[in-house]
C-alpha cells in the first residue's frame, strides 16, 4: 500500500474550524478513496457515518480492497443488528461477533477507518468494563477445571451445545473443549493432557476438520449483554420495580430466571447495568469507546437516516408499548436521539458529505477523485473496444481493469484480448497500486523494469505490456470495487465492469445460482453415485461405474465407463457427456439393464418415442386452446406499481427479480398466463404473488388467493394486507375463523366489485363464490389439494391468469413446466444472510432430544416439535414436559376448535409457548422468524415433498437452523423410507426443492405422471430421457416437422484436435465433481455460459491447467462447429478432415475460395468432406487453425 493514494489534499477542518464540506461523490468507491485519503492524513482514527447498513457495507469492502489489508490503517465495520426496533428475536451470532470485535479493538486504535450505519451509531451499548473487563485467554501449558472452565464461558455468555457451528458457542467432550470465540474467523479446540492444555488447534466448523495449531486464544464475552447471575438478578429486579408486570406469564422473567437469554434481550440492555432499583442503567456509545481525536465524516443523507430511524423507533414503540407481558423501555434509554446525536457530532471537528440537496452543497468542496467513464467494450456503431482504445491513447495516467475475482480476470482478459487489447496481469490492488506516480515498486528489476512477468507466469495467465511507457500502465487485476474511479494526482483511472459493460449496470451477479436454468439443475449429472443406472441415448440403460482416464492415440482423456448387461463395458469421451442423462424411473435396483450392441434398446426407444408423440399432440391440442383465447392483458399501471414495489424491505434476488418481471410480461399478455413459480420455502415466492395481485388489483381486476390451509389462509392475508395498507386496496379472507354471517359478507362484497383481493381455502371453488371481474387467480402449493379442487381449477384456468407457487413442485406440474407448456420461473437464490438447514436422522433419544430443546430454548429459540397421532398427542405432551421441565408447551392439531386453534398459534407467534407440539397443520404457511428447531416423530412415514415443506417451517431467519428427523429402529423402516431420508438429509443446501422433486419421481416411480399407460415407457428409457424425447417431439410438432428420435445430428459437432482436453484429477480430485463438471460444459449453449463456467471453477478451484483450458476451447468450437452445419471436426498434427450435414449454414463461395486459394491445403473429399493439410505440431497452432476455418466459413 504507497504512503498516500492521493496526492492531492481532500480539504480537512483547520484550526479553529470546526467543519469541512466535501461535495458528495458520484459513487460509493470513490468516497471511499477520499475517505482513505483523509484518513490518512488526520492523527486520529476516522469514523464514517453511513447512510444505512447496505452503504456502510459497500464502504467497509471498498476501503479494505483499496488498504489491501494494511495493518498500520485497519478498517474495522460496526455493523447494524438487522432486528427491528424493539424485536422478539435477537442478532445472529456472526453480527454480534463482529460487533464485540470492534469495541474490543477501539479503545487501541490509533489510526484507522470505523464504519458504521447513522442508525447504529445512535445505539446505546454496554460499557467498556464489560467488553473490556471480561476478557480471558487460554493458552498452552495454562492449568485448566474443565468443569470451572464450562461455568466461566456459559457466565460470560457463550452457550453450551452438542456441535459448534455459530459464534459463541462451546461443546465439551471428555478432555476437550471446541469453543467459537466472538470474534474470531474460525473456532477452536483445546485440548488437555490431565489437567493441562496440550494443543489449541483451529478447526472448520463444517468439516469439524482441523486447520492450524497455535499458542493462545483470546475470548470475548460470549454476548453485548452480560449473562452471568448478579447481572441477571439486577436487571430482574429493575424489570419488577419499573413494571407492573405478572412474572408468572411473563416468558421474558421466566427465561431470565432459568438462566437462559430472551430473544430480543439486547432491547433491556440498560436494566443489566441499574446501579440501584429502579435506575437507569449506565450506557455508553460508540463516541465513548473511540478515542478523543477521532474526526467523523458523515455520509450525505446520513443524518436524514438517523431522522428516519428515530420515527421508525418511535412508531414502533407505540405499536408495542402495551404488551403487559413484554413491557418496553422508553427510545431514549436505548438509543441517542437525533438532536443528542448531532449535539455529540458538534462538539469537535467533523467532514460532511454534501449532496445537490445540502444546504452547503454550493460551498462544498469538490474532491480529487471524479467518476468513472463509460466505455463500452461493445457498441453497434464501432469495433469492439474502440472507446476504450481512444481513451487509453489519450489519458495521461495510469488505467486498471478492476475484475470481481480471478474467475473474471481471466474472462475479462479474453474479452479485452479478442477487442486487441493487451492489459498487463497483476494479482490485485497492492500490486497496482503498489507503484506510486514516477516511481519503481518493490518488485522492480535491472533497468527500472518490474518483474510482473513472472507474477503473470505464476497465475497461468499470458501477460502484455501496455501500448505506454511506465509501470503497469494499463492493467488487469482482481479488485472487487463497487464503481470505477479517476484520480487527478497522481492520474489513475480504475474501471469495472460498470464502465465496460454499462448495459449490465444494474444486474447485480450472483453467477453460481443465477445462471442456471431449471432444466439444467435436474438433467446435471449430480448425486450420481457408483453403480447407479444411467442412460446413453445410443445404447441404451447401463450401470455408471466411475470415471476411467485413459490413453488414446498418446493423449490423455478421461472416459465415463458404463457397464451393461452381460458385463460388456462403453467408454464415453467426456466430451459426449450431453449423449448421457440419470436414469430416474422404477427402482434404481431393477432398472432394466441393455445389451450393448443389441435391438433391445433401439426398439425400447422407438416405442416410447411413438407414445411420446401421441402424448405432444395431445398437449400442443391444450396449449393451442390457450393461445386462442384473447383479451385477457391487464396493462400494468407502472406509475402506481413502480413505488408499491419500492416499498418491498428487502433487496430482491436476482432470481426473485426475474420471476417478478416475467410475471408482469405475462400478465400484459393477452394470452392467458399459466406460470409456475418454483422456489424454495422462505425463497420470496410470496412477493412474486403479492407483486401478481398489486398488478391485476391496480388494473381493476379482481384477485383470488387459494391456499390448502386455512392457517395459511391467515398467513397469506396478513401479508396481503400489511403490503397493501397505504393503497386504496381492499382485502378480504375466507376461513373457518369466521362467522357464517361474516362469510356471507364477504361474498356479497364479492360479487359487487367491492373486495379487490379475497383470500382462501378451497372453500373459493365453491359454486356460491361470485367475483364481479376476476383477473388472476393465485395457487399456493397446488399439490395439497384434491382431484375435484384440481377439476375446478382447470376450468377456472381457461378464462383467467394463472399463477402456482409450489416449493416442491409435483411431477406432472414439473414435467409440464419442463416441457414448456407451462412456464416456469426458479427461485434457486436464497436471500442474502440465510443458512442451510442442519438436517439429523436420529432413532428416539432422550439425551438428543434433551440437547436439541436446550440448543434453541437456550438461545432464545421456539422449537416446533411434530407428532401427527392426534390420539397419542396428550401423552406425548406429557413425556416432553418431563424431559424439558423449563419448557413452555401449546398443542396444535387441525382437529381443534377453530377459535381454541388461533388462540394457541397466537400464543407461540407472541413466545408465550416456547415449544409447539403438533400434527402436519403446520406443514404450509405459519411463519414464525423465531422458531429454528424441528423435530419430526415417525419422519419414516411422510412422503419426501412433506419433509421438505416441514423443514422449511425453519431457517427463516439469520439463525441457524436445525431438524431432526426422528425414527424407529432401523429394521423398521421400510427401503423407500430410508431413500426418503437419505435424500432429505443430503439435500441441506439451500434451494434443494426443485431437485427433490426429481428423487421423489426415482422412489415412487413415475406411475403417476401421465398415467399407467405412459409409465412403463417411462422405466424403460428412464424420466430424463423419456421428458427429452418429449420435449424434442413438442419442438417438432412446432415446426410442423415428423418428430425423429433418431437425428444423427441432434448432438451437434463432433470436435476432435488431439490434445489433453480434460479437468485433471490432481487439479479436482472429486470425481463426483469432475464428472457434474463435464456434464455441465457439455451442455453450455453458448460461449457466455462456457465463460460463467470457467469463472466459477477458477473462483471454487483455481487457476485452470492446459487440459482444462483446452476442454473449454473445444466445447467453444463445438458450438461455433454445429451453428454452421459441421458434423466432425478433427485436426492434428499435419491436418485433419471437416464434414459437413446434409444442408450446412457455411458459405458454399468461403470454400470455394478456401480450395481455389490454397489448393495445397484444402480439396473436397467426396461430397460432404473437406480435406485439410496443414502442419499443426502443437495445441496452440490447432486451436488457431480450427478457429480461422470457421471464422472463414461463417457466412455473410
Not at 453497434?380 to 487509453?392: N, S, T, V
Not at 527500472?448 to 505506454?468: F, H, M, N, V
Not at 424425447?1029 to 419442438?1035: C, G
Not at 478433427?1130 to 486459394?1157: C, N, T, Y
Request: charged share 25%; aromatic share 6%.
Amino acid at each position: 500500500m504507497p504512503e498516500l493514494l492521493l496526492q492531492s489534499p481532500v480539504p480537512l477542518p483547520r484550526a479553529g474550524q470546526q467543519r469541512a464540506y466535501w461535495r458528495a461523490p458520484a459513487s460509493g468507491t470513490a468516497l471511499a478513496a477520499a475517505a482513505l485519503a483523509a484518513a490518512q492524513r488526520i492523527d486520529g482514527p476516522l469514523l464514517l457515518v453511513a447512510r444505512d447498513n447496505h452503504a456502510a457495507h459497500q464502504l467497509e469492502a471498498d476501503l479494505r480492497t483499496l488498504t489491501g489489508a494494511d495493518p498500520a490503517l485497519p478498517v474495522l465495520g460496526f455493523p447494524d443488528w438487522e432486528t427491528l426496533p424493539f424485536d422478539r428475536f435477537s442478532p445472529h451470532p456472526e453480527i454480534v461477533s463482529q460487533r464485540l470485535a470492534t469495541l474490543a479493538r477501539l479503545p487501541e486504535l490509533k489510526r484507522g477507518v470505523v464504519v458504521v450505519p447513522a442508525a447504529t451509531l445512535m445505539q446505546r451499548l454496554a460499557p467498556r468494563s464489560h467488553v473490556l473487563g471480561n476478557r480471558f485467554s487460554v493458552r498452552l501449558g495454562q492449568r485448566m477445571d474443565m468443569d470451572a472452565e464450562k461455568r466461566r464461558l456459559e457466565s460470560a455468555g457463550y452457550r453450551n451445545v452438542p456441535q459448534v457451528f455459530d459464534p459463541g458457542d462451546f461443546a465439551v467432550r471428555g478432555g476437550l473443549l471446541d469453543v467459537y470465540p466472538m470474534g474470531a474467523d474460525a473456532p477452536f479446540r483445546v485440548e488437555l493432557l490431565d489437567d493441562e492444555i496440550d494443543s489449541i488447534r483451529a478447526f472448520d466448523p463444517e468439516s469439524q476438520r482441523s486447520l492450524e495449531k497455535i499458542d493462545a486464544i483470546e475470548l470475548l464475552p460470549g454476548r453485548e449483554v452480560p449473562m452471568d447471575d448478579a447481572h441477571v438478578q439486577r436487571a430482574l429486579e429493575a424489570l419488577r420495580e419499573r413494571f407492573d408486570i405478572d412474572t408468572r406469564r411473563s416468558a421474558l422473567v421466566q427465561d431470565l430466571k432459568a438462566g437462559l437469554a430472551p430473544a430480543g434481550v439486547e432491547y433491556y440492555l440498560p436494566l443489566f447495568f441499574a446501579a440501584q432499583r429502579g435506575a437507569v442503567g449506565s450506557t455508553e456509545t460508540l463516541f465513548d469507546y473511540l478515542a478523543a481525536n477521532a474526526l467523523p465524516l458523515v455520509c450525505d443523507g446520513a443524518l436524514e437516516a438517523a431522522e428516519h430511524a428515530w420515527k421508525q423507533i418511535g412508531e414502533r414503540f407505540e405499536q408495542l408499548r402495551h404488551d403487559i407481558e413484554r413491557p418496553l423501555l422508553p427510545p431514549a434509554e436505548l438509543w441517542l436521539s437525533p438532536d443528542a446525536l448531532r449535539e455529540t457530532l458538534n462538539r469537535g471537528a467533523r467532514i460532511e458529505v454534501c449532496g445537490a440537496q445540502h444546504p452547503r452543497h454550493e460551498e462544498a468542496q469538490p474532491l480529487p477523485v471524479q467518476p468513472a467513464p463509460a466505455l463500452p467494450l461493445s457498441a453497434k456503431d464501432q469495433p469492439a473496444g474502440q472507446a476504450l482504445r481512444d481513451f487509453l491513447s489519450n489519458y495521461p495516467g495510469r488505467v486498471l481493469v478492476a475484475a470481481d475475482s480471478a474467475g473474471r480476470r481471466e474472462a475479462l482478459l479474453e474479452v479485452l484480448q479478442a477487442a486487441g487489447l493487451q492489459p498487463e496481469v497483476l494479482a490485485d490492488w497492492p500490486a497496482f497500486a503498489g507503484v506510486t506516480h514516477g516511481a519503481i515498486g518493490p518488485a522492480a528489476g535491472r533497468g527500472g523494469q518490474t518483474d510482473q512477468a513472472s507474477i503473470g507466469e505464476r497465475l497461468g495467465l499470458a501477460t502484455a505490456p501496455g501500448g505506454k511507457a511506465g509501470p503497469h500502465a494499463f492493467a488487469i487485476a482482481v479488485a472487487p470495487f463497487d464503481d470505477g474511479f479517476a484520480l487527478d494526482a497522481p492520474a489513475l483511472c480504475v474501471l469495472t465492469e460498470r464502465q465496460l459493460f454499462p448495459e449490465r449496470a444494474s444486474q447485480p451477479r450472483r453467477r453460481k445460482r443465477a445462471g442456471r436454468e431449471p432444466e439444467a439443475i435436474i438433467r446435471d449429472l449430480g448425486e450420481l453415485t457408483l453403480g447407479a443406472p444411467i442412460v446413453h441415448e445410443d445404447h441404451g440403460v447401463g450401470r455408471y461405474r466411475g470415471l476411467v482416464a485413459m490413453d488414446v492415440g498418446g493423449m490423455p482423456g478421461e472416459f465415463l465407463d458404463i457397464e451393461y448387461a452381460k458385463g460388456d463395458r462403453l467408454y464415453v469421451p467426456v466430451a459426449q457427456l450431453d449423449r448421457i442423462s440419470r436414469y430416474s424411473g422404477a427402482n434404481p435396483d431393477t432398472a432394466p439393464l441393455h445389451n450393448l450392441g443389441g435391438e433391445q434398446w433401439a426398439k425400447a426407444k422407438k416405442k416410447a418415442a411413438d407414445k411420446v408423440r401421441d402424448v405432444a399432440a395431445e398437449l400442443l391440442e391444450i396449449q393451442a386452446k390457450r393461445h386462442a383465447r384473447r383479451g385477457l392483458a391487464i396493462d400494468v399501471d407502472r406509475a402506481m406499481y413502480e413505488p408499491f414495489a419500492a416499498t418491498f424491505p428487502f433487496e430482491e434476488t436476482p432470481d426473485q427479480h426475474a420471476a417478478i418481471e416475467a410475471v408482469l410480461r405475462d400478465l400484459a399478455s393477452s394470452q392467458p398466463m399459466d406460470r409456475v413459480v418454483c422456489g424454495d420455502v422462505g425463497f420470496g415466492k410470496t412477493e412474486v404473488a403479492v407483486r401478481a395481485a398489486f398488478a391485476s388489483a391496480s388494473a381493476g381486476k379482481q384477485v383470488a388467493v387459494l391456499v390448502p390451509t386455512t392457517l395459511l389462509a391467515e398467513q397469506h392475508y396478513r401479508n396481503f394486507r400489511d403490503r397493501f395498507a397505504d393503497w386504496p386496496l381492499r382485502v378480504e379472507v375466507l376461513s373457518r375463523f369466521k362467522s357464517k354471517k361474516e362469510i356471507e359478507a364477504e361474498l356479497q362484497k364479492l360479487a359487487e366489485g367491492k373486495l379487490d383481493v379475497i383470500v382462501g381455502t378451497h372453500r373459493l371453488l365453491q359454486p356460491d363464490v361470485k367475483f364481479s371481474d376476476l383477473g388472476l387467480v393465485i395457487v399456493d402449493e397446488e399439490q395439497r389439494f384434491g382431484v375435484r379442487q384440481k377439476e375446478a381449477l382447470k376450468k377456472l384456468r381457461a378464462n383467467v391468469h394463472l399463477l402456482t407457487l409450489t416449493a416442491t413442485p409435483i411431477p406432472r406440474t414439473l414435467n409440464m413446466a419442463m416441457s414448456g407448456l407451462r412456464d416456469l420461473s426458479l427461485i434457486a437464490t436464497p436471500p442474502a444472510n440465510r443458512l442451510a438447514v442442519q438436517t439429523f436422522v436420529h432413532v428416539w433419544d432422550d439425551a438428543l432430544l434433551r440437547e436439541a430443546f436446550q440448543r434453541e430454548l437456550a438461545r432464545g429459540g421456539q422449537v416446533y416439535f411434530l407428532h401427527n397421532d392426534v390420539e397419542s398427542i396428550g401423552r406425548m405432551h406429557d413425556e416432553l414436559q418431563a424431559l424439558v421441565p423449563d419448557a413452555r408447551i401449546g398443542i396444535a392439531h387441525g382437529q381443534m376448535h377453530e377459535r381454541e386453534l388461533e388462540r394457541v398459534m397466537l400464543d407461540f407467534h407472541k413466545q408465550r409457548t416456547n415449544v409447539l407440539l403438533c400434527s402436519t397443520i403446520i406443514e404450509s404457511g405459519i411463519d414464525i422468524p423465531n422458531a429454528n428447531t424441528i423435530l419430526i416423530n415417525r419422519a419414516d412415514k411422510f412422503g419426501l415433498a412433506q419433509l421438505h415443506q416441514l423443514r422449511g417451517r425453519v431457517g427463516r431467519s439469520h439463525h441457524r437452523a436445525y431438524a431432526y428427523l426422528l425414527v424407529p429402529d432401523g429394521r423398521n423402516i421400510t427401503a423407500d423410507a430410508k431413500k426418503r431420508l437419505e435424500a432429505i438429509s443430503s439435500m441441506d443446501e439451500l434451494g434443494a426443492g426443485f431437485t427433490l422433486a426429481t428423487h421423489d419421481l426415482e422412489i415412487r416411480g413415475a406411475g403417476e405422471l401421465l398415467g399407467e399407460d405412459q409409465s412403463g415407457q417411462m422405466a424403460e428409457v428412464g424420466f430424463s430421457l423419456y421428458t427429452e424425447l418429449l420435449e424434442r417431439a413438442v419442438k417438432s410438432i412446432k415446426q410442423g416437422k415428423i418428430p425423429d428420435v433418431d437425428d444423427a445430428d441432434r448432438f451437434g459437432a463432433d470436435v476432435d484436435l488431439h490434445v489433453p482436453a480434460l479437468i485433471p484429477d490432481d487439479y479436482l480430485p472429486d470425481p463426483h465433481a469432475r464428472l457434474t463438471l463435464y456434464k455441465r460444459i457439455s451442455a453450455a449453449r453458448d460461449a457466455d455460459a462456457l465463460r460463467e463456467l470457467q469463472v466459477e471453477m477458477i473462483d471454487r478451484f483455481g487457476l485452470l491447467p492446459e487440459a482444462s483450458k483446452h476442454l473449454f476451447a473445444t466445447a467453444e468450437l463445438k458450438l461455433d462447429a454445429t451453428r454452421l452445419g459441421i458434423r466432425k471436426l478433427d485436426l492434428g498434427g499435419s491436418g485433419g478432415r471437416m464434414q459437413f450435414v446434409e444442408k450446412p449454414a457455411v458459405d458454399p463461395m468461403a470454400v470455394i475460395r478456401l480450395i481455389q486459394g490454397q489448393p495445397k491445403h484444402y480439396r473436397m473429399d467426396g461430397p460432404d468432406k473437406l480435406r485439410i493439410t496443414l502442419e499443426l505440431p502443437d495445441a496452440t497452432t490447432r486451436f488457431s487453425a480450427a478457429r480461422g476455418l470457421l471464422t472463414a466459413l461463417r457466412p455473410g
